[in-house]
C-alpha cells in the first residue's frame, strides 16, 4: 500500500471519530478566548492519540510536536481556531449548540476536528517522514487582537521554527468533496472605524441655534468615501463600509452628538497605514470647519493575509493528486479577514479552503448565520488532505 492509499485509509477509518469530535465541540462552542472546556478537550485527544501537549499558550491555546523517523528535517505547523460566536442557532439538529447565544457559526469545529484527526493520521506514518510536525490550536480567531498574535507573543512560531504554516477554512460556497487555493494575495486587513461627532442639539425647528451632528456626519461619511474612489490605488483592493450609525434624536429634535462605526479593509499594509491618517485628517477637518468637535478612532485588526506562491502552487498540485483535478479549484481574492495573517506574515503560508456545501441535503447557509452547517462528509477529506499535504512538503525540497 503507498502512503497515499494508507492516509485515505486511515482518514477513512478514523471519519467516525473526527466527526463525533465537531458533533461534541459543535453542541458546546465557547466564544473567543473563553475556550477552557474546549481546550481541555483538545488537550484530552492528544493524550488519547499519543502525543505530549502543551496547553496555556497565548491563554487557551494548545500545541504538539509530531517528529518524523529523523526530526531534524522541516518544521511544518498545522493551525486550527477554537472559538465560536455570539449567535443564537436555529439548527434542528441532535448536536445543537446547548450554549444558549453561542454557535460554531464559522465551522471552527470542523478546522479543530479535520486538525484532530489529520494528527492521529500523521502519528501513525511518522516513521515514513522525515521532520517535524507541530500543531497549533488556536483560541480567540474571532476577536481582536486575535489568538494567533498572543499565541506568537508566547513563542508558538519558536522551538522548533516552522519552515512552513497550514491553515484550512470551511467554504460555504464551494460544494463539499471540493478544495480551493488562491497563491499571492488571498485576504484583507481588517480595521475597526469608531468616529463621534459631537455638536449643539436643540428643536429641528430652529437649526440656525445649532450645530448639526446628523448633517455634518453625513457629509462626513460621503466624503470619507474618496479614500476608496480618489485615493486609492485602482489595482489594490480597499472596501470602506459603515454599518451603524446613531443619532438619538427624533422629528423634530436635533441630538448633541453622533455615533458611527465602520470597516476599512485592504491588501496593501503601506497603503492601510496611509489611508488611517487620510480618513482622520478628512473627519475632522470637515468637522471643525462646520462648527462640530470630533472623535476619530481606528482600531487595527489583523493584516492581510497572503500565502506564498511556491508553496500554494506545490500544496495545489499535491491536492489534485489527492482529490482529482476537477475538485481542486482556484479562488479569487476574499475581502474578509482571518487572524492566520499573523502567521501568514512571519513563516511561508498556506491558507486554503474546504468545500461544506451540499444543497440536496439542504445546507447553503453562509457563515456567522444562525443556520449555518456543514456537509460532514467534508470532515474525512479535511483531515485526509491535511496529512497529505503535510506528508509531501516534508518529504518534497523546492
Not at 439548527?91 to 444558549?100: L, T
Not at 480618489?230 to 422629528?251: C, D, E, I, Q
Not at 453562509?366 to 496529512?387: K, Q, R, Y
Amino acid at each position: 500500500m503507498n502512503i497515499k492509499e494508507k492516509i485515505k485509509k486511515l482518514a477513512a477509518a478514523y471519519a467516525p471519530d473526527i466527526v463525533a469530535n465537531r458533533r461534541h465541540l459543535h453542541a458546546n462552542p465557547e466564544l473567543s478566548f473563553e475556550e477552557e472546556k474546549t481546550s481541555a478537550f483538545v488537550f484530552d485527544k492528544l493524550k488519547d492519540y499519543g502525543l505530549d501537549p502543551q496547553k496555556g499558550i497565548g491563554g487557551n491555546g494548545i500545541v504538539a510536536l509530531i517528529e518524523g523517523e529523523n526530526p531534524e528535517g522541516k518544521v511544518i505547523a498545522l493551525r486550527a481556531d477554537m472559538d465560536a460566536l455570539p449567535i443564537m442557532e436555529q439548527n434542528d439538529i441532535p448536536y445543537k449548540s446547548k450554549n444558549e447565544g453561542v454557535m460554531h457559526a464559522c465551522g471552527h469545529d470542523v478546522h479543530t476536528s479535520s486538525l484532530l484527526g489529520a494528527a492521529r493520521i500523521l502519528n501513525e506514518i511518522k516513521d515514513s517522514f522525515s521532520g517535524t510536525v507541530k500543531l497549533i490550536f488556536q483560541p480567540g480567531e474571532e476577536k481582536i487582537p486575535g489568538g494567533a498574535s498572543l499565541m506568537i507573543k508566547d513563542g508558538v512560531l519558536e522551538n522548533p521554527a516552522p519552515d512552513y504554516i497550514f491553515g484550512q477554512h470551511v467554504m460555504a460556497q464551494l460544494p463539499a468533496g471540493k478544495v480551493g487555493f488562491k497563491p499571492g494575495m488571498y485576504m484583507a486587513s481588517a480595521d475597526e472605524i469608531y468616529i463621534k461627532v459631537i455638536g449643539k442639539g436643540g428643536h429641528g425647528a430652529m437649526p440656525d441655534n445649532n450645530i448639526d451632528p446628523v448633517l455634518i456626519t453625513s457629509h462626513i461619511i460621503v466624503a470619507l468615501q474618496q479614500i476608496v474612489s480618489r485615493h486609492a490605488n485602482p489595482k489594490t483592493p480597499t472596501v470602506l463600509s459603515f454599518g451603524k450609525v446613531v443619532a438619538n434624536g427624533a422629528t423634530n429634535i436635533i441630538p448633541d452628538e453622533v455615533y458611527v462605526e465602520g470597516t476599512f479593509r485592504t491588501l496593501d499594509e503601506d497603503w492601510r497605514h496611509e489611508a488611517h491618517k487620510k480618513m482622520k485628517n478628512i473627519a475632522e477637518g470637515m468637522a471643525r470647519g462646520m462648527g462640530a468637535e470630533i472623535e476619530f478612532t481606528v482600531l487595527n485588526g489583523y493584516p492581510f493575509l497572503k500565502n506564498d506562491d511556491g508553496l500554494t502552487g506545490r500544496s495545489k498540485d499535491f491536492a489534485i493528486e489527492y482529490m482529482g483535478e476537477k475538485n481542486v479549484v482556484d479562488l479569487d481574492i476574499w475581502m474578509a479577514a482571518e487572524d492566520f495573517a499573523y502567521f501568514s506574515q512571519r513563516v511561508d503560508s498556506c491558507f486554503y479552503r474546504l468545500g461544506t456545501r451540499n444543497e440536496e441535503k439542504g445546507i447553503i447557509s453562509n457563515v456567522h448565520t444562525p443556520t449555518f452547517n456543514v456537509d460532514e462528509s467534508a470532515l474525512e477529506i479535511g483531515a485526509g488532505l491535511m496529512a497529505w499535504l503535510t506528508y509531501n512538503n516534508l518529504i518534497n525540497s523546492e
